[in-house]
């Protein structure tokens, strides 16, 4: 399986809704980022569910490559 395409090497700031489930794109070839469209058929991708368990702004991870999965961990940093 190839890497993950780098959307952008910085966080995607969303406002969230408490107990809403949001599908994030792992494959980063979606045009609705940071959430799936299904672009990742046949890539051996998946999106990756976030339930919030809060109200207000998480900052989903847009390198692809954060070991928080969804969320950014800084990993951008370093690419």
């Excluded at 190839?2 to 045009?31: D, F």
């Excluded at 058929?41 to 998946?46: E, K």
Aim: aromatic fraction near 12%; proline fraction near 9%.
């Amino acid at each position: 399986m190839n890497p993950p395409v780098i959307y952008q090497k910085a966080p995607l700031p969303v406002q969230v809704e408490l107990g809403k489930t949001y599908y994030w794109c792992a494959c980063g070839q979606s045009k609705k980022q940071p959430f799936c469209d299904g672009s990742h058929q046949g890539t051996g991708f998946a999106p990756v569910p976030y339930l919030a368990d809060k109200e207000g702004i998480v900052y989903f991870c847009g390198c692809k490559h954060s070991r928080k999965g969804a969320l950014c961990d800084g990993t951008h940093a370093k690419l």
